[in-house]
Structure formats: structure tokens, C-alpha cells
């Protein structure tokens, strides 16, 4: 009897060899294609395109909304970036997919997730690491680390000739000048020309989603984002899901240029890549949001917040969702954003983000404190005996030890 196993299928070059080398070893394959939002004429044909490989059963999962409300916003509530630059559009949609597969796995049976991740980069881990904290005994196949699929499949064109000998109907070529990985909050931008540093990634890449800042109009223009406990729930006035809070200000800040950069970033299997990414989006929730916290969150609970967010960060990008830390950390980040609630209007011109006006009904700011002007509900004379406490212990020291200075 054939083992079954699902496969994250893309219906791309890899994944349609992935499926009918998976077939050619003996297994019944389930292709689990995950619609997150990446560009698609006929997901239709994506499924006829799997059936037509051999694969036992073909279905299409749209996670767009989940994607947004429950992993991108939480990460983004944190103020969590990669590095301090990267969003993680990639690495918050991987654990998505791996539940989704591992659910589908349980309606047919089977207890093997294959996926198209190289043993050289990030989501062989978030697919892996995801996978097993919610099935512990599931069995992981990645073909690109088995010595036996490479040999099988050396470079691209060996893979093409096998589509061909397959009647598997394919759009692509030897050469590629980059790869690319596209969903609902960004496109990721890699390899080819771009492993080149001295290559300029605005001239190597066709951006999808942005223009760029000097091609964006002569008139700027204004977007107003509000929140409810850190959560955005309206743009312009309007309420929307959170599928379309992302996909509106995709279109705002895209044809502004908001929201591109160009980082050379450390992986988890420890190597240097360099990563080209667009995400306008995201990036004007994030940068709205902040806004909002400046005046909702309190001093110390923000400081400690932004000493947590790079811890975040990295175990999003590693792929460690699905841990108990995870959870505890994304625990602390609910409470801390109750009293985040509030409206920010940002003025947008040529890749630029301006704060116009922000106001929450749970601001912290006292103008009678913190007027410079005379009067105002601020003792100064308090800050003498503050200050006398705060240095104590420096001057302690300098009695002891006396600085060279």
C-alpha cells in the first residue's frame, strides 16, 4: 500500500517536479496549494495542473485573512523587524502553511508533509520547526536535501527536460535573473543578480508593488489608519477585514514607492544573503501604529516592549511560531495593547511618510504638563530632589574613584 503525504504545492517548476518525483518513489501524493495572496490567473488550472501531474487529490486553501488578522498584525502590534529592517513577510506566512497542510493532512490520512524548501535557506526551517510543534511524529520529506533528488535534478534544465518527458506543462526558463516570493503583505526579492553586491537592485528588480519614489505623483497624499487595541480596523474613514486594511494600503502606499529596502541579512543556517523586499502596506501599519502607542503606552511598559520586539523578530524569521515562548510573548503583547486605541493621518510623497495628526481617547499627553510655556501643572522645584536621588550613587562613586577627566 503507498504511503500518502502532502505537499506544499505552488504549481511553479519545482514543486510540479517535487510532485512527480514524490510519485515516481512509491507515494500518494496530496497537493495542498495555500492562496496567501501570490499572484495567480487560474488557480483552476493550478489544481487541473496537479491532478494532471498524478496527484491524488488538489486543493486550494485561502488563508489571505487569516494570514493578515492573526500572524501579520500580532508580529506587527510588536513592532518586530528582522534585523531592524525586515518585515517578515516571508517567514510570518510559513507556519501558515504548514498548519494548513498538517489539517488537510489529517482529513486524507497521511502522515507525511513534503515541501520545496532548498537546504540552504530560511523556510526549510519554518516549515519544519512549524510541522513538528503541532504533529510531533509527522515525517518531513524535502527532496532538495536528499542526495538522490539532486543528482536527479543538478540545475534547472534537467528539471525542465523532465516536465517535458512528463507532459507537464510549465512557464519557465534556464535563466533567471532572480527569484521572488509573493503574498498578500510583500514580495521578497532574491539569488541570481542579486547575489551580485555591487548590483543595484532598483535596476535589477521589477518591482510589483511599488513604484519607484521618483516615478510616484508630483501631489502627495494623506491616509488616516485607526486602531482599537492595536489592531487597525479602518482606513479613510471606512471599516474594513483585516485582508482588506492590508490590501488598500498596498495600493496607497504602492504608488507612492513606500516601502522598499535592500539588506544583507543573517540567516538561520548561518550565512550572509542579501534580500530585496517591498511591503507598502505593512509598512504604513507599522509606522501608524507607533504613532498611536507614542501616545497610549506608557513609558516603561514600552521600553520593555521594544527590548522584547527584536526577540520577536528573530523567532518569527526563524520559524519558532508554534513554541510556548511564542505564546507567552505574544500573551504579554495582548495585554500591553489594550489601551492602544486611536487615529493617525499620514501625508505620503515620493517614498516619504509625515505624520500629519494623531489623537486617541486614551492619550497619555497632558499639554498643561508638558508646556514649555509659563504656568502648566509641571512643578519644576520637584525635579531638584529627583535629581538628587537619581545621582547619589554617581556621586558616591566620584568620591571613591575620581574620574580623569
Avoid at 520593555?304 to 523567532?315: G, I, N, Q, T
Amino acid at each position: 500500500m503507498k504511503q500518502s503525504c502532502v505537499l506544499a504545492y505552488s504549481g511553479g517548476l519545482d514543486t510540479s517536479v517535487i510532485l512527480g518525483w514524490l510519485q515516481d518513489q512509491g507515494y500518494e501524493v496530496h497537493a495542498v496549494y495555500v492562496d496567501l495572496g501570490q499572484p495567480c490567473e487560474d488557480q483552476q488550472a493550478i489544481l487541473e495542473k496537479a491532478k494532471k501531474i498524478g496527484a491524488a487529490s488538489a486543493v486550494i486553501i485561502d488563508a489571505r485573512e487569516e494570514l493578515c488578522r492573526d500572524f501579520a498584525f500580532p508580529v506587527m502590534q510588536f513592532q518586530a523587524k528582522y534585523e531592524g529592517v525586515y518585515l517578515l513577510g516571508t517567514s510570518i506566512a510559513r507556519p501558515l502553511i504548514s498548519k494548513c497542510c498538517l489539517q488537510y493532512a489529517r482529513q486524507v490520512g497521511a502522515r507525511i508533509y513534503a515541501h520545496g524548501a532548498t537546504g540552504k535557506g530560511n523556510d526549510q526551517c519554518r516549515f519544519q520547526l512549524a510541522a513538528e510543534a503541532l504533529e510531533a511524529n509527522i515525517k518531513i520529506i524535502a527532496p532538495w536535501r536528499m542526495p538522490e533528488f539532486r543528482a536527479a535534478f543538478p540545475g534547472r534544465q534537467e528539471m525542465i527536460n523532465y516536465c517535458q518527458q512528463h507532459q507537464i506543462p510549465i512557464k519557465a526558463s534556464i535563466q533567471k535573473p532572480y527569484s521572488s516570493d509573493e503574498n498578500v503583505l510583500h514580495i521578497s526579492y532574491e539569488a541570481g543578480e542579486l547575489e551580485r553586491l555591487d548590483a543595484s537592485g532598483v535596476k535589477v528588480v521589477d518591482f510589483g508593488m511599488t513604484v519607484s519614489p521618483e516615478s510616484a505623483p508630483e501631489a502627495g497624499e494623506s491616509v488616516t489608519i485607526d486602531f482599537e487595541q492595536g489592531i487597525p480596523v479602518a482606513v479613510n474613514g471606512r471599516r474594513l477585514s483585516a485582508l482588506e486594511i492590508v490590501q488598500t494600503l498596498n495600493k496607497i502606499g504602492g504608488r507612492h514607492g513606500i516601502g522598499r529596502i535592500d539588506m544583507v541579512e543573517n540567516r538561520f543556517v548561518g550565512m550572509k544573503s542579501r534580500g530585496v523586499y517591498e511591503a507598502p502596506g505593512m509598512t504604513l501599519l507599522y509606522e501608524a501604529h507607533r504613532y498611536v502607542e507614542q501616545l497610549t503606552m506608557d513609558r516603561d511598559l514600552m521600553h520593555l516592549r521594544d527590548r522584547l520586539a527584536p526577540e520577536v523578530a528573530e523567532m518569527v524569521y526563524y520559524g519558532f511560531w508554534y513554541h510556548r515562548k511564542f505564546d507567552a510573548l505574544l500573551a504579554f503583547n495582548r495585554e500591553a495593547q489594550k489601551d492602544v486605541h486611536g487615529s493617525v493621518t499620514l501625508n505620503l510623497y515620493k517614498g516619504n511618510i509625515m505624520i500629519a495628526s494623531r489623537s486617541s481617547p486614551n492619550s497619555l499627553y497632558d499639554e498643561a504638563i508638558a508646556t514649555m510655556e509659563g504656568g502648566g501643572s509641571y512643578n519644576q522645584t520637584d525635579a531638584e530632589g529627583f535629581l538628587r536621588i537619581q545621582s547619589l550613587p554617581g556621586r558616591v562613586q566620584a568620591r571613591v574613584a575620581p574620574r580623569q577627566y
